[in-house]
């Protein structure tokens, strides 16, 4: 594929990612901070939020699987969740971890298990999106090209 | 944000130097960040390390202490490494909580003049009222921004007592200038926190924003 029609293709899929409200100006911060000095910062981030929302997503079946639910161990594994992937600029799943949280501080173990469900749901999607992009800027790097800097219209 | 258009990513300025003096002999900016989050960890001493600062991260309270010798040990680490300028802490944190750190900094009489800034994706008035009574110099909000630590170390630089003072007596952290940063305010609409230190009341005045 021609390097040109790559980049519009990374670019409009990039934009379709802050369209669908997946991710936030906070993931542009990341980008905005990746540099010809650490040109993996973005994946690297997003490789460490992964691998801890695995361990988290695992602690968190486990606790509402037990007797005797330990809502204040669940509130603190959202917690992080929420900050984790409030730090990368997951909005949608930083968004479920809130609601998350309120139905924890009511203790309604029916609502804690949907949104346990779906942050999980949440969680696969945007990990399976960002993977997509990593791998559409991948090809533009290895064809010699460089990320496009796409423009803000309004928010 | 679900209306969001494109998307534009900026290079930072070629003279985002805030923190390094190279070629001054002046020395370099060292900030000792405490985050119990691998994630915030790696996100923040990147943002620090793009203002050329130094930047030592670590993650818990008590791992900060015995960093800077504090933790009754007799240790010698902390005579030789880089003085600390400015201590960055999460607020919520397994065992001992920022707060927590915060107090014991204080009460020492080697520490207790290294500003410490308060870091939380929780704005709770009380939280942060505690905070900066017990001397923290900002409370922070999660998700950290660029335009946040380069605000905080520009004028912290400075090394104006008259600055630094003068934002002590103020319960609410300040809004900030956002020149550098993206129009990030107007997104956050989740129920519980905003975007960085500012007022919780609708979009200050005195921010500059799209």
Redesign the interface.
């Known amino acids: 594929m021609e390097l040109g029609l790559m980049q519009r293709r990374l670019e409009d899929y990039t934009k379709s990612l802050f369209m669908e409200g997946l991710l936030d100006a906070q993931f542009l911060q990341l980008q905005q901070l990746q540099d010809e000095s650490n040109p993996g910062f973005v994946g690297e981030v997003v490789s460490l939020f992964f691998d801890d929302s695995e361990k988290l997503l695992n602690e968190l079946t486990s606790a509402m699987d037990q007797q005797i639910v330990d809502f204040r161990k669940v509130d603190s594994y959202v917690h992080q969740f929420k900050g984790s992937s409030s730090s990368i600029g997951a909005q949608r799943i930083k968004n479920v971890c809130i609601l998350f949280r309120n139905y924890i501080e009511e203790q309604n173990i029916e609502a804690c298990l949907r949104c346990l469900q779906q942050v999980k749901q949440e969680y696969y999607h945007v990990k399976s999106k960002l993977e997509t992009l990593f791998r559409l800027e991948q090809q533009v790097l290895a064809a010699g090209g460089s990320i496009p800097a796409i423009e803000v219209t309004s928010f | 944000?679900?209306?969001?258009?494109?998307?534009?990513?900026?290079?930072?300025p070629g003279n985002m130097d805030i923190c390094g003096r190279s070629g001054k002999g002046s020395p370099e900016f060292h900030v000792l960040a405490v985050d119990d989050?691998?994630?915030?960890r790696?996100?923040i001493e990147?943002?620090l390390r793009?203002l050329s600062c130094k930047v030592t991260v670590v993650e818990s309270g008590s791992r900060a202490l015995q960093f800077l010798g504090l933790d009754g040990e007799d240790s010698s680490v902390g005579f030789d490494a880089l003085p600390v300028n400015l201590i960055m802490t999460d607020y919520?944190m397994?065992g001992m909580t920022g707060y927590e750190l915060l107090k014991k900094i204080k009460g020492s009489s080697a520490f207790r003049e290294i500003p410490v800034v308060i870091m939380s994706?929780e704005r709770i008035l009380a939280r942060i009222n505690r905070c900066l009574e017990e001397g923290a110099e900002e409370f922070l909000s999660?998700?950290v921004?660029?335009s946040d630590v380069e605000r905080l170390t520009r004028y912290l630089l400075r090394g104006e007592a008259d600055q630094v003072s003068e934002f002590r007596k103020r319960k609410l952290p300040k809004t900030c200038d956002l020149e550098f940063?993206?129009?990030?305010s107007?997104?956050s609409n989740?129920?519980?926190s905003s975007s960085s230190s500012r007022s919780s009341s609708p979009l200050p005045k005195r921010c500059k924003s799209?």
């Open positions: 944000m679900a209306a969001a258009g494109a998307v534009l990513r900026q290079k930072l989050s691998l994630v915030d790696k996100v990147k943002l793009s919520s397994p994706s999660k998700p921004k660029l940063s993206f129009p990030s107007p997104l989740d129920s519980d799209v």
